[in-house]
């Protein structure tokens, strides 16, 4: 089993996630990487992005709330109920809800394993998300961005243009929030095609 770091000050903070992305990057041997996330996983790299030369481009697939401020203060508002989640029954209803009623992929597995975390952890990092200043971040990118919404995006993609200059949208077809698993053929060509545009 992996270990995790207690919850506490500063431990799940987005700096610090992106501070161990760069830090991993640079002891693999990379040199102004691509950064691929997906939920969560896009705001880490947007962390990342918003820092000045850290990476060449980000990619964003079905982020988190970026610029969707109601999300975000539920997000804040489920702490304690994430905190106080030890029977995983709050993570599980919410992990269900990410589906498409015709999604198949892995959405068993996902439902099963992603409430397995401690609920402290699963609770700093929910609160992280919604305390998550995301359009400020976005606004001082200079990077190419991807950013690959589901058939039904968690931030608008008006708002998220008005945040950065840089940003291209893309958004799937009947897929949840899994679309990289669901869908991968329509991802990748977006990845693909963003990929070229870009030189990268």
């Known amino acids: ?25 640079e002891a693999a041997g990379f040199k102004d990487p691509v950064v691929v996330g997906h939920s969560l996983g896009a705001l880490i790299g947007l962390a990342c992005a918003a820092r000045p030369e850290a990476i060449r481009a980000l990619l964003m697939i079905d982020p988190a709330p970026i610029t969707n401020e109601a999300v975000k203060a539920f997000f804040r508002e489920s702490f304690d109920a994430v905190n106080a989640d030890d029977d995983r029954s709050w993570r599980t209803a919410f992990v269900s809800g990410l589906f498409l009623p015709t999604d198949v992929a892995r959405r068993a597995a996902i439902i099963q394993d992603m409430p397995a975390v401690s609920p402290r952890i699963a609770a700093a990092l929910i609160r992280a998300m919604g305390e998550f200043d995301g359009a400020s971040a976005l606004g001082k990118v200079r990077v190419p961005v991807l950013s690959i919404g589901s058939a039904v995006p968690t931030n608008e993609p008006a708002d998220l243009r008005s945040a950065c200059a840089t940003i291209t949208i893309g958004q799937t077809v009947g897929s949840g929030h899994f679309n990289q698993l669901e ?12 990929m070229a545009i870009n030189h990268l």
Do not use: C, H, S
């Not at 089993?1 to 990057?25: C, I, Q, S």
């Not at 329509?186 to 963003?194: D, R, T």
């Open 1 to 25: 089993m992996p270990w995790r770091p207690g919850p506490g000050p500063g431990r799940y903070d987005f700096e610090t996630l992106a501070d161990d992305v760069l830090a991993v990057a």
């Open 183 to 194: 869908v991968p053929e329509q991802v990748n060509a977006m990845i693909e095609k963003f």
